[in-house]
């Protein structure tokens, strides 16, 4: 898995553990609901202004997206 699948879970996985849809995120960064659907697949790599919004937006630290070890090859 590389960074960005890791990325793209942990975003999905927070939002639904929240019970929030595509459309609220997609409002909270100022997004198309069809660009949360590509960060959540991994096709498209978030931009750190949006990941910043989004971890504010869910009440995690940044860092709640990025695993504590390195990744290979990354």
């Given at each position: 898995m590389s960074i960005d699948q890791h990325v793209a879970r942990r975003i999905k996985g927070k939002r639904?553990?929240?019970?929030?849809?595509?459309?609220?995120?997609?409002k909270a960064i100022g997004v198309?609901?069809?660009q949360v659907m590509e960060y959540e697949r991994?096709?498209?790599?978030?931009p750190a202004d949006h990941l910043?919004?989004?971890?504010?937006f869910m009440d995690v630290p940044i860092?709640?997206?990025?695993?504590?070890?390195?990744?290979p090859g990354d």
């Open positions: 639904m553990a929240l019970g929030l849809s595509e459309d609220d995120i997609a198309e609901r069809g991994a096709t498209a790599r978030i910043l919004r989004l971890s504010q860092s709640y997206f990025f695993p504590s070890a390195p990744f």
